[in-house]
Antibody, heavy 120, light 110 residues
Framework: QLQLQESGPGLVKPSETLSLTCIVS??????????WGWIRQPPGKGLEWIGN???????YYNPSLKSRVTISLDTSKNQFSLKLTSVTAADTAVYFC????????????WGQGTLVTVSP | QSALTQPASVSGSPGQSITISCTGT?????????VSWYQQHPGKAPKVMIY???KRPSGVSNRFSGSRSGNTASLTISGLQAEDEADYYC??????????FGTGTTVTVL
C-alpha cells in the first residue's frame, strides 16, 4: 500500500522560505506512470494546486505561485520536496503531497497533510 | 487560472439524490473531460470519488456518478447517507500539465 508522509517545520517566519518533504513508501517515485504534486488548503478554505513534478524532473507550477515555488525529486531517498520563498501570512495552510495518475489526470494517493503557519 | 465555481452548500435528506455543479471555462472543463471529484471529511485528506469525468475508482460506491455538459461538470450522489456529509471539490486538468480546483461544496445530510 502506497503511503505518503509530509515532514517539515510547522512555523515559518514572514519573508523566509517554507520547505517541506514528502516521503513515499510502498512504491517507487521513479515511475513513468505517475507524477508527484503538492496541494494546499488555507484554514477553512478550499484546495489550491501548487505544482507537479514528473519522473523526468520536469516541473509545472500554478501560475500564481510560479515565481516562488520549486519542487524537486530525490530518487535515492524516494522523496520529493517543496520550497516556497518569501512567504507571508497568506501562505498559512495545510500542505498535502499527493501522487498523480499520469494516464488519468487525477491525484489518487494523498498524504495526511501538515499545517504550516507563517508568523513572526 | 481561476478556481472552478461550485455552490457553497447542498443539502438533502437520507435516501434522496443531490447534484453538485462545477463550472469552469473553455480552457479547462469545456475542453478536457478530465474532471475529478474529491470528498474531504474534517481534518482528513481528500479522497478521489470520480476521475475522467465519470469513472469510479475501485472501492467507491456506485451511488456516486459524474457527468459533464459544456463548461459544467456535475457530481450526483444518489441514496444519500449520513456518511456522505463532507466537503466535495472538483478538479479539472487545464492543459500544459496544470490543474485547477473548484471552490468546494459542503454537503449536509438533513
Amino acid at each position: 500500500q502506497l503511503q505518503l508522509q509530509e515532514s517539515g517545520p510547522g512555523l515559518v517566519k514572514p519573508s523566509e522560505t517554507l520547505s517541506l518533504t514528502c516521503i513515499v513508501s510502498g512504491g517507487s517515485i521513479n515511475s513513468r506512470s505517475y507524477y508527484w504534486g503538492w496541494i494546499r488548503q488555507p484554514p477553512g478554505k478550499g484546495l489550491e494546486w501548487i505544482g507537479n513534478i514528473y519522473y523526468s524532473g520536469s516541473t509545472y507550477y500554478n501560475p500564481s505561485l510560479k515565481s516562488r515555488v520549486t519542487i524537486s525529486l530525490d530518487t535515492s531517498k524516494n522523496q520529493f520536496s517543496l520550497k516556497l520563498t518569501s512567504v507571508t501570512a497568506a501562505d498559512t495552510a495545510v500542505y498535502f503531497c499527493a501522487r498523480g495518475n499520469g494516464g488519468s489526470y487525477f491525484h489518487d494517493y494523498w498524504g495526511q497533510g501538515t499545517l504550516v503557519t507563517v508568523s513572526p | 487560472q481561476s478556481a472552478l465555481t461550485q455552490p457553497a452548500s447542498v443539502s438533502g435528506s437520507p435516501g434522496q439524490s443531490i447534484t453538485i455543479s462545477c463550472t469552469g471555462t473553455s480552457s479547462d472543463v469545456g475542453t478536457y473531460n478530465l474532471v475529478s471529484w474529491y470528498q474531504q471529511h474534517p481534518g482528513k485528506a481528500p479522497k478521489v470519488m470520480i476521475y475522467e469525468g465519470s469513472k469510479r475508482p475501485s472501492g467507491v460506491s456506485n451511488r456516486f456518478s459524474g457527468s459533464r455538459s459544456g463548461n459544467t461538470a456535475s457530481l450526483t450522489i444518489s441514496g444519500l447517507q449520513a456518511e456522505d456529509e463532507a466537503d466535495y471539490y472538483c478538479c479539472s486538468y487545464a492543459g500544459s500539465s496544470s490543474y485547477v480546483f473548484g471552490t468546494g461544496t459542503t454537503v449536509t445530510v438533513l
